[in-house]
């Protein structure tokens, strides 16, 4: 699998790194973005880094503490960390932090920082198979496996659908995996042991539940995977009536995380019968594209890896099957309007000045649309080229 690398940076380093020869040195590597410590701390959930780039100053942590905090956590401590300093202090993190391998002053050098993140992984080392931790596996029943490098999420999903599975969709994630449930090729619902990283945008819905109902819940899908509100739902402790819907829109929000964690493992376990939780949940009637559209809905921005964001001066185009494609999908009024807009030859800047949305949001329908191969996104310096340069190879941007 590529190495990971985690930029925790709110300045504008991201995107000078993404026009300078190190993301170009790294072509192989998974560059994840956070803007925020608490961001980078919440990226540990989906992908576990080779190395952490770190600026020393950030809006909610300086880099004191987050050195602190990720060398006190037994699954993060082992991640070597490199700090971008603004102090002039190339020692003192060394020093205090065994995870600190080294500090380089900013503004920053990127011969300097493409040596040190080459130095550190020459010597990280191989991860074993994620799927020999899971109890109770059986090899046997394992239809296809793969990984998101070679063969999309989505791929595997309309596997799943086209030869009317039934069994679980496991995608790797650190921890625990994520499971999606498919009822003979229908949708059933994902979930996961990560019962945090499940409940992570919950905290609205779970208000008027008592609290203890919510530790007993997070306790049982973390022992079985049982996704909390149907445990709740159990208990009566749960006040929304339609738990079926919350618990399938949960799930699509939990699928979403793995298409900003890089590139990871999948594999289908075919199964005779579901974990009692499941067995008499109703399967959805979507289709792959439509059930991945809702999912993608949830992808947040400052998740985006640098490989995801693309050139906001690229043009969109549609794919040969593109807009047959989107014919059936159930796009919201902004996602229409934009599919109206792609002709071609405006740029996706132009686009968005058109429709009055923000340059961000743009930038995430073009994500969206891409994952489900509806368009072909061309940077700027592609469409720059002498009349007889050309290459798909240079596109700007690629989904997970």
């Known amino acids: ?17 993404n026009e300078t020869h190190f993301l170009r040195h790294f072509a ?20 576990e880094p080779d190395v952490i780039l770190l600026n020393d100053s950030l809006p909610d942590m300086d880099g004191d503490a987050v050195c602190h905090r990720l060398l006190n956590d037994s699954s993060t401590a082992h991640v070597p960390v490199i700090i971008l300093s603004g102090n002039g202090n190339t020692r003192l993190p060394g020093e205090k932090y065994s995870n600190v391998v080294k500090t ?8 300097a920082l493409v040596s040190a993140v080459t130095e ?27 990984h998101t490098g070679f063969f999309t999420l989505r791929s595997a999903i309309q596997m799943a659908y086209g030869d009317h599975l039934n069994g679980a969709l496991r995608v790797f994630l650190p921890g625990s995996p994520v499971e999606l449930f498919f009822a ?38 973390g022992v079985s995977g049982c996704p909390m509100f149907l445990f709740l739902a159990t208990r009566s ?26 590139r990871i493992n999948f594999e289908f376990e075919e199964m005779g019968s579901f974990p009692e939780y499941a ?41 040969q099957r593109g807009y047959e494609l989107i014919q059936r999908l159930r ?7 934009f599919a109206a807009a792609i002709n071609g030859s405006s740029s996706l800047q132009q686009i968005a000045k058109k429709l009055g949305i923000a340059l961000n949001d743009a930038l995430l329908i073009v994500f969206r649309f891409q994952v489900l191969e509806i368009i072909d996104y061309w940077s700027s310096h592609v469409l720059s080229l002498p009349g007889g340069s050309s290459g798909p190879a240079a596109t700007a941007s690629s989904p997970a």
């Open 120 to 146: 550190v992984l020459a010597a990280a080392k191989p991860r074993p198979n994620p799927s020999a931790a899971i109890l109770l596996r059986d090899p046997v029943r394992i239809v296809f496996s793969g």
């Open 1 to 17: 699998m590529p190495h990971k690398i985690l930029l925790i940076d709110d300045s504008l380093l991201a995107p000078r790194l």
């Open 104 to 111: 380089i002053d900013k503004p920053v050098d990127s011969e």
């Open 331 to 337: 796009l919201n009024d902004v996602e229409a309007r």
């Open 279 to 319: 067995r008499n949940f109703p399967p959805g009637t979507e289709d792959p594209d439509n059930w991945l559209l809702s999912s993608l809905r949830h992808v947040k921005f400052d998740t985006l890896t640098a490989q995801q964001r693309p050139d906001p001066n690229g043009n969109p185009n549609y794919t």
């Open 237 to 262: 402790g749960f006040p929304h009536d339609d738990v079926v819907q919350i618990t399938r829109e949960h799930g699509q929000r939990l699928f979403s995380y793995l298409f900003t964690a890089g």
């Open 184 to 221: 003979r090729g229908r949708f059933v619902f994902a979930t996961s042991r990560n019962s945090r990283l499940y409940a992570k945008d919950s905290s609205v819905i779970l208000s008027s539940t008592n609290i203890g109902l919510i530790v007993e819940s997070e306790v049982s899908q």
């Open 28 to 47: 192989n590597c998974d560059l994840l973005l956070a803007p925020r410590a608490s961001d980078g701390f919440d990226r540990f959930h989906v992908a």
